[in-house]
């Protein structure tokens, strides 16, 4: 929000209704959510490798995923998860706005050359009204300047609810989801995937390893409003 409209409408807590201060999210409630912190920077797991290479823990030293890079705002919880369901599952288009406006900070964007939001099933798009990931893609985009590519990329697989199974699970279930057009990325050889929620990891493994096989982008990071501890 710039001075402009923080004049015109000043800034109000959407949880509390109480008059805020930068974001529409009252100084309490935004010192209450918690960030990562000594985290692998690949797949943004707790590190015990301090002062090892790059604080990379084991599994990322072993078996690297086909993301090089996670970043994302602060953990999944209290009034984050609010926010994050209210933007999925109850119409709050807006909340994208606060939501990036909260987090844009934590986002290096060096090398970056645009933003790909996680497609959703046009299934699932319609019953929604929109793409969740897309909307906030495209504040990020706004506020990084960099471009944000829609096309050359879909979900093809209605897949079922993820919400109870593990990474492994994840990944069976999300087998053979995406569909990537190599001419759409011909230009870009470093992009980030952009997602609402960060669980697992397993949806940003799949899309990657999808762009991995179509097209020639090698440097392909994984960013999220939040993750799960």
């Not at 797991?45 to 790059?54: A, D, P, R, T």
């Not at 397993?202 to 939040?226: D, G, S």
């Amino acid at each position: 929000m710039n001075l402009f409209e923080k004049w015109l409408l000043p800034p109000t807590c959407v949880i509390t209704k109480a008059p805020a201060e930068e974001f529409d999210l009252s100084r309490a409630l935004l010192n209450a959510l918690s960030k990562p912190n000594e985290v692998c920077p690949v797949c943004c797991e707790l590190s015990l490798n301090v002062g090892g290479e790059k604080n990379l823990c084991g599994v990322c030293l072993t078996k690297p995923p086909a993301f090089c890079r996670t970043q994302v705002g602060f953990y999944f919880e209290g009034v984050l998860s609010q926010l994050v369901y209210g933007l999925k599952y109850h119409q709050k288009s807006e909340y994208a706005r606060l939501l990036v406006d909260m987090t844009v900070d934590a986002f290096d964007v060096a090398g970056v050359q645009a933003l790909v939001p996680v497609p959703l099933h046009p299934l699932r798009r319609r019953d929604r009204g929109y793409n969740q990931a897309e909307l906030i893609a495209k504040e990020l985009g706004k506020l990084l300047d960099i471009p944000v590519l829609t096309k050359g990329v879909r979900r093809i697989k209605d897949t079922p609810s993820q919400t109870h199974l593990n990474a492994k699970q994840r990944q069976q279930n999300l087998r053979r989801s995406f569909e990537v057009t190599r001419e759409a990325f011909d230009s870009y050889s470093h992009i980030a995937l952009v997602d609402d929620v960060i669980t697992t990891g397993a949806t940003m493994q799949v899309l990657a390893k999808c762009f991995q096989r179509k097209t020639n982008t090698r440097q392909i990071e994984a960013w999220a409003i939040a993750k799960t501890e």
